[in-house]
């Protein structure tokens, strides 16, 4: 997601209570996940592989570490990754004709690995996938793996919408989850309406099969508001039924310049080395964000 966007900043929240745990039992299917317990955040996020090969492979393991996430993932499809982490996911971000055979080969390797099948298909500066060929590809897919996946991965907007009308039509497999992201709300207190609504899509469209956010955050607004929109995704785990899965964009952004390439949605500050004269090493931690995150339990 590199889109900026400018939206009036009004939103207000009351603090959530975050004491109740979570359960599955609401799902007829096998979620995959591994790394649950009262240790684990009940999120999870996304980790722009971006920032590992600027930093090191390390930042993974530090950033699981610091953040204890439920799951994660890095827009790939890693088996190194695979064998490491439990709860990493991996992910298809384009599929193509001539890379899903490969795909399909790892999955078949780590059938226990839950797999992510396109990132915003829909959008020209994303993997930009016509519906209709996605839908077959989604069909070779399904026919050929065992592993827990989801799929398109649209934004939840008029755009993505309409691609996932369109995707049905065309015969697009969702295997066992619909994926969205959720970006651009102005008010906190609007995502249980439009989590509400994804959900009921499901229902009405793909065989009432549970929704994963793969990706979200409240953009560009600031750190407290940051807070308030996570806090809402959180509860919305308690609270709406068929709601299984919630990603964090991001642990740590990669896009800004070399002087700064923090973000407000932040989570991590992977470690790092500044010299300034003599090299010193800057130890990695958390932001506030990202010890909220961690307390989500």
């Not at 971006?50 to 699981?64: E, K, M």
């Not at 695979?82 to 991996?90: L, Q, V």
């Not at 990132?119 to 592993?147: F, G, H, M």
């Amino acid at each position: 997601m590199e889109q900026q966007l400018v939206v009036e900043d009004k939103c207000a929240r009351e603090p959530f209570d975050t004491s109740e745990s979570f359960a599955v039992e609401d799902f007829d299917i096998y979620l995959p996940i591994l790394a649950g317990g009262e240790e684990t955040s009940r999120l999870g996020y996304g980790f722009p592989h971006q920032v590992a090969d600027r930093f090191g492979s390390y930042t993974y393991g530090d950033a699981n570490a610091y953040l204890k996430p439920r799951c994660w993932y890095n827009w790939k499809a890693e088996e190194s990754l695979i064998r490491e982490f439990s709860n990493y996911w991996c992910m298809i971000w384009k599929p193509t004709d001539e890379g899903i055979w490969d795909f399909a080969s790892t999955s078949m390797d780590f059938p226990h690995s839950p797999w992510l099948f396109a990132n915003e298909p829909e959008r020209k500066d994303q993997a930009n996938v016509d519906p209709a060929a996605l839908a077959y590809l989604s069909c070779i897919w399904s026919d050929t793996v065992t592993c827990f996946w989801g799929a398109p991965g649209v934004v939840w907007d008029s755009d993505g919408i309409d691609y996932l009308a369109s995707y049905k039509r065309s015969g697009g497999k969702f295997g066992d989850a619909l994926v969205t992201h959720l970006y651009w709300i102005a008010d906190p207190t609007e995502i249980h309406s439009i989590v509400l609504d994804m959900v009921k899509w499901s229902e009405r469209n793909a065989g009432s099969i549970p929704v994963i956010i793969s990706e979200t955050n409240a953009w560009t607004y600031s750190k407290d508001k940051q807070a308030a929109f996570m806090s809402e995704l959180h509860r919305c785990l308690d609270v709406v039924d068929g709601l299984a899965e919630v990603f964090w964009y991001s642990s740590t952004d990669y896009l800004p310049g070399d002087k700064s390439y923090m973000h407000v949605a932040d989570l991590f500050v992977p470690g790092h080395e500044i010299s300034g004269g003599t090299l010193t090493y800057i130890p990695p931690r958390n932001t506030d964000l990202g010890d909220l995150f961690a307390s989500l339990r």
